[in-house]
């Protein structure tokens, strides 16, 4: 029943009628419309999303690897070095991988420090850097443990030939060296090393190599000119 205050002229009746269906017919596509829009920002904020968190994975990558690397020169600190080691034991202790681990400290550091300046230091350091991973193989391990002190791990080596690979490694260390202002600044290096294997521990072989290489540098300043023929 229509109420009797409402016009009851067909006509008009026929067009509230029509203007009725037509917002009925458009109420769907309204809602999808809002659907769409819903989705659409969802979609929107799930990719922005996903682009902070692989934002913040290539930064906690970044920041993984600084804490395992030494900014001067690249190679592994003292950390990233202790870490590979253990790796390196835990295979010797599984497979019976045996290998070499030596110890190298820069004689003169800190001559070159006190009389070019630290700039020279800086690239001496890296002198030794670059010569001892040209040196070694892809599969061998080089770490700066920090200061003026390397330390490398030859993979799969018996005593015997790593004996002699030192004595190659001393002799390529020996002839390298850098230049600053005109002046040529040589390497020197005295190194320590020890055999490890699947009873080995990281720290314990660490202190043996480091103690072998102190004994060789005392070795050395002691009677230059015997150290030099050997």
Known sequence: MINSEFPNDPEILARVGAITSQLLKDLPSASEQRGQTILERALRYAAETEQRMAEQRERIAELENLSFTDPMTGLLNRRGFENQFRLTLARSRRYGEIGVIAYFDLDNLKDINDRLGHCAG?????????????????????????????????????????????????????????????????????????????????????????????????????????????
């Not at 060296?177 to 020890?194: A, F, H, Q, W």
């Open 122 to 230: 800086d690239e001496l350091v890296k002198c030794c850097a670059q010569t001892l991973t040209n040196a070694v193989r892809e599969i061998d391990t080089v770490g700066r443990l920090g200061g003026d002190e390397f330390c490398v791990l030859l993979l799969n080596t018996n005593w015997q030939d790593g004996v002699r690979r030192m004595r190659t490694l001393q002799w390529i260390l020996d002839s390298a060296g850098t230049v600053n202002r005109g002046e040529d600044i040589p390497l020197k290096v005295s190194m320590g090393y020890e055999p490890y294997g699947p009873q080995d521990s990281v720290e314990d072989l660490i202190h043996r190599a480091d103690m072998a290489m102190y004994y060789n540098k005392r070795r050395k300043h002691s009677d230059p000119v015997r150290s030099a023929a050997e």
